[in-house]
């Protein structure tokens, strides 16, 4: 079992750094740091829903993804500017409003709906899955605070989410890639779990190289353990900040 | 284990129908029908790769996706006339294009790009998967063309692909969705996999209720099932086909 | 008088096969080949009309043309990934929709938009008068239904509709041009008529080189008879599919 | 034979008059003014042609069109604002671009493109034709200069062109319409044709009432006067110029 | 001190000349002529204003801005075609509208918008201010008007705007830039002020060399100068034109 | 002379802190916070600068300027998902480009583009004069590590820059205004001024109420003197950086 390039044992995470409220702007926010890779998810709230919910008195949850420009390595022009989100953008903030939504009752929240918006700063591998563990984070403090207001019923949050990427490098299963790791991987996946131990999403890729059943296997493994690890710290983050 | 609402075993795909070259102009073309949903999948060659390819001898393969606006039960918009493809077709194409590059050897191809464009005729299910068991179809046989006009070595193709979805509707795992099975199951999950038993794409989502391991792994056997009969289906129409 | 590179008369159609409902989401479908044209014509009810019209009881019947990229022998950029519609698409559509506007009587129809799309699975030449011969049967079907169901009143509509392409071709004039005549035309006229023997649309073009009249009146004797050969086929396979 | 609602004859022209050299950056540009429709065409002359001619020794001619949102009684909404150019837009440049080129031996030009911008800044009816009108004539003036400057060959004009709308306003037969006839016309028809007599574009439309080949011809008769007519004022007036 | 390259003073304006009503389909119109730069500003009024404004009885005025593309000496792309205002329109039709806005009382226009649109027709530098200048002298006329009509209450407008630009050229601080000059002046501001002797806007800008406060305060005074010129020639050409 | 909300003197900047090399992917980074305003701005170089200046041997320097959704009271919706940048932002980049190019010698730079990337996480007012006090520190500290690693020449950087907004609030001119100041301000105008005293930027506008002379005299010495203040203290804090 090789260490990794940056000393990391195959099953071992970055060092994980959560600040609750970074910002004060929004309903609540909340950066993630996951190594290098830093997110700032932030909740907003609006007294209204998409059309095709109007008039149900069902809430909903959605997100957007973006990364400053300057936050990879090389630059990465700015989206506004080309006119349209790339189709990655897309593909990441889809997975991130559906996850979210796995784990709370829309129809406790009332016609609100609450935007996460995650917006990487520094962008080092894992933004997604990063995005989705602190945007979970920022939905909880966001919705124990509409709760407190009076403006939600209790009970929206049904479950604690959190995600890890997986994959195989240099034909070891490792948790938590980075950057360097993400670009030469054979195999990458994406898990999202609740604090049920259920799957909430799994995406699998491999265009490296494709990848065997006893791999899927390793890989979830890895994941689940990781998972475990991130929904302890969330819940113990949330408990001291609410003091 | 009770029957489906088009009286189908929970393991049983729908009717699949296969017939090549259906239009002319293109290189290869396949249009596949799986129960009522109808894609045309078409291969063109262009002599030029992307930017980030150019000098490197290697070839490239990539998809499109679309909607006929008529496809569908109720119209849907037309996204030229919107002035740009949705999320959900981003995110298609995106897929089809890993998984199609993942069943050939780019450095065989030398520098040509293969683009296969994915038009979905008819849609009552399952389009994203249709379109990767249909495109991989004529990628083939575009492949054998452009091998005997001297165009591409021999070997470019790796594997033979076919994708399908799975999922649980009323709490019973089952095999190929049709779209009232779609709209209403509590998780759907597309599986690509390759003539070895490899995985190539594993995207499980649970936007209804989370899923457990044991569910996961019905779920990763129905799929492996209704593969293997795609697979040979298509190997057998290639072969007549090419008499 | 020459016989032209397919060995058709001047004053010859090219082959003619119409297949209604060939699809079955729509209201009414028509798959319409004239030679290795192809274009699938769907029609669908929308219970609202364009902002100009509401509250005035008439109805609206509009259209929207495409190709699909591979339908030509050099694969044709997407509309909806270059971000809008070409000038040539738009300039058909707006033809194909004033046409049907043309043979119904709108303020029968109740405030009811009936859209038409047309979209061209394979191309080679006159994919715009195929469409309108398409669409025009489509309509007549989508209408008889909603007549039927008491949607809207009876005698929507007014005539039936058919159209060719006519053109001077190396000095001859010539009915139903295909690709290669088209490409090589000196002058190109697309004629729309009705069942009364009456003009509905008339666009003669002459980039290559100006016509005289007497080379005008020869067009239009041309496409009168392909008109009428149009009609009568179109009546007749109403009536069959109507048993 | 009754007289129109602004006392013209049914094949009187409204007056029209021409300015050369209206301004003065472009390389020739000319105010066309025919009753309350006043077009700018100005001709720009650039370096390079389009992509699919260029090396071939060809030149190429274009044209755009756009009306200043004022132009109108109902203030038209700035085509730039809401991001493309309407159909209707791109449908007149299209004709614009075609006739103009119909008028000139491309070859003879070099690799030189024209850009003739019709920009109309008042619309009372009428505004494609008075453009091609007003775009023929300032083409003329332009390619002079440039013979007189040496950077085209003698003989790239090989005729001139006029344009004029022609109608059936209440079941009559008239010459150029202005808007409220244009609004409730019949039958609305533009034609443009050279100095031999020949047909350039016909363009007949019967959103209305569709219409007979009787009238067909009394309407193309009465273009043919028109035309002759603003033919004899352009000849005239770019002579003067000259002096 | 130096004569300018057109024999101007220093403290000389260009010649200004202003016509009222040069169109006539707008509430008001007004082409301003300041040396060749030519801009036509049209007043039309809109029964809506913005959503923001909804229900509160307050009026709105707002300007749009625009080059024709033959406007200047080097064919500009025209902004419909590229799909989007650049960011130089966009800044200065903002600057324009702020400008009217603060010479109008909006309370005592009731829920009307006025848009005011400056078309360049050509231009030589200052096209921005001539824009102010002209638009100033149309809002006035437009909204004598709409009081005459009783549309509006009396007193809207509040005070009477001008504009010019100053800069430094050759180190030497000039009145009214023309092209050539702006193109090399070391530092360009453009002022609005009032019949007051009140600032309105205030736009300096030194990419060539930062300037001083003495600079500040000749240039303040030579745009001082200006206005008032242009304020009388406004107030003179509407008071005949009233007549 | 009344205290402001906050409790400051009106000629009271709110606390300043500077974080340089805040990310570290950037060539160099500064995260600017001015009360709750916070802006971080990345410098990013490219090795081909605009098309204009290719093959003169000139540098580039440019900015861009966004704003995270929710660093606003009320979400702002995100640029890239409307599909352009509006108005406001395009506005600030164009001002913050300006002013970073006027203390550059650009053809001491060689052929690089520098774009310094502004990008606003919590906006209380006065995000584009942080931007711009920020960005040229960041722009100091990129071009002394581009000088170091020999990529351009020494004496780049000619000036340094910093910005600051004043106002008229409540009829009292006042320095750095926050957010609620801004929104009620009667004037707002933003100074940039380098290390000599001179003007840079002046932009003053007046949409509540015009100003005097006297008034803009008091409004230039407040924001002299917090400009002072803001070049003293980047001056420290790139010195100590440094060691």
Known sequence: MAKRHDQR???????????????????ASCLIEVG?????????????????????GSGWVTAEYA?????????TPREAVRGKQGGRTVEIQRLIGRSLRSSVDLKR????????????????????????T?????????LARL????????G????????????????QPVLDLDYPEDSSAEVDMNVVMNQKGEYVEIQGTAEG??????????LLKLAESGIGQLLSLGDQILAEHAQ
């Open 36 to 56: 290098k890779t830093r997110v700032l998810c932030s909740v907003s709230a609006e007294d209204r829903v998409p059309p095709w919910l109007r008039g149900k």
């Open 67 to 75: 990364m400053l420009p300057a936050a990879t390595r090389e630059r």
């Open 209 to 218: 190289a494709p990848f065997s059943k006893v791999q899927l296997v390793d």
């Open 134 to 142: 602190g945007a979970s984070l920022a939905l909880r403090l966001a």
């Open 147 to 154: 709760e407190k207001a009076g403006r939600v019923r209790a």
């Open 9 to 27: 044992d195959p099953s071992q995470l970055r060092e994980v750094a959560v600040t609750l409220d970074y910002t004060e702007m929004a309903l």
């Open 109 to 132: 929240m009332g016609e609100i709906e609450l935007v996460v918006d995650c917006d990487v700063i520094q962008a080092d591998g894992g933004t997604r899955t990063a995005s989705i």
């Open 156 to 171: 929206v949050i049904t479950s604690a989410l959190a995600a890890v990427s997986v994959g195989i490098v240099d034909g």
